[in-house]
């Protein structure tokens, strides 16, 4: 994804951590130029991960991060686009309370962190830039995709899952969320 702004002023590392805060740098905290491009940026993003989900509206955009206690990871390709830098994709996390149902039909009450919304751009899809992405999440999270529940997660974000982390086995629920098996029994062992 290509902004008429260079993308390495904003972001400095390949991946940036951005929150309510909407900084991904001491320098972008001082210049609100700056924020007003990351802005632009969150919302490009938001729109186009909606798109591509067919979602009616957009589930992520800079107001909103601005207003959640979301974490979002956005990752840049810095060489790109004549050293202007491309921004390749993002993932959002946060914690949620949940109602959820174990395998034998039990209400249990959890606040995992869970994945929120997940983009990466059209043409570099299927590239590994996602789980570049995601395995960068889990260590600064300090925790494994088992453990984790999915918002209303989409086909291609299912086959993601089931390759790289073997989680094919959902426990139904009557939310939005996925959940895994191991997700009741890691539980069950850590309490
Ligand atoms: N069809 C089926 N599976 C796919 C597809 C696809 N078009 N694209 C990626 N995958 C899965 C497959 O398991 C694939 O492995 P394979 O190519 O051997 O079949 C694997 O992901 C590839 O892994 P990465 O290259 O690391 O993943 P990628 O960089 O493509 O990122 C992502 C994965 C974020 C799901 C990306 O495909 C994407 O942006 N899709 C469109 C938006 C979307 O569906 N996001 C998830 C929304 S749900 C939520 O966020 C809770």
């Given at each position: 994804m290509e902004f008429h702004f260079d993308i390495n002023q904003l972001f400095s590392e390949r991946i940036s951590i951005l929150d309510h805060n909407l900084v991904a740098s001491r320098q972008s905290k001082e210049r609100p130029d700056l924020q007003d491009k990351i802005a632009t940026v969150v919302d490009e993003l938001g729109r186009a991960s909606a798109k591509a989900q067919?979602?009616?509206?957009?589930?992520?955009?800079?107001?909103?991060?601005q207003s959640q206690k979301h974490q979002l990871y956005l990752m840049k390709d810095g060489e790109s686009s004549r050293g202007h830098g491309v921004v390749v994709g993002f993932l959002k996390v946060g914690y949620k309370k949940l109602f959820l149902l174990d395998r034998n039909g039990v209400h249990i009450e959890a606040e995992p962190l869970c994945v929120l919304d997940?983009?990466?751009?059209?043409?570099?899809?299927r590239h590994g830039y996602g789980l570049e992405l995601f395995n960068f999440m889990l260590q600064h999270q300090n925790v494994e995709p088992v453990l984790m529940a999915y918002d209303r997660p989409s086909n291609k974000l299912l086959?993601?899952?089931?390759?790289?982390?073997?989680?094919?086995?959902?426990?139904?629920?009557?939310?939005?969320?996925?959940?895994?098996?191991?997700?009741?029994?890691?539980?069950?062992?850590?309490?």
């Amino acid at each position: 994804m290509e902004f008429h702004f260079d993308i390495n002023q904003l972001f400095s590392e390949r991946i940036s951590i951005l929150d309510h805060n909407l900084v991904a740098s001491r320098q972008s905290k001082e210049r609100p130029d700056l924020q007003d491009k990351i802005a632009t940026v969150v919302d490009e993003l938001g729109r186009a991960s909606a798109k591509a989900q067919h979602l009616p509206a957009p589930i992520t955009s800079a107001s909103k991060l601005q207003s959640q206690k979301h974490q979002l990871y956005l990752m840049k390709d810095g060489e790109s686009s004549r050293g202007h830098g491309v921004v390749v994709g993002f993932l959002k996390v946060g914690y949620k309370k949940l109602f959820l149902l174990d395998r034998n039909g039990v209400h249990i009450e959890a606040e995992p962190l869970c994945v929120l919304d997940f983009y990466v751009s059209e043409l570099l899809q299927r590239h590994g830039y996602g789980l570049e992405l995601f395995n960068f999440m889990l260590q600064h999270q300090n925790v494994e995709p088992v453990l984790m529940a999915y918002d209303r997660p989409s086909n291609k974000l299912l086959a993601f899952l089931a390759k790289h982390y073997s989680l094919m086995q959902s426990v139904p629920q009557v939310n939005n969320f996925v959940a895994f098996e191991g997700f009741f029994h890691k539980r069950a062992v850590a309490h």
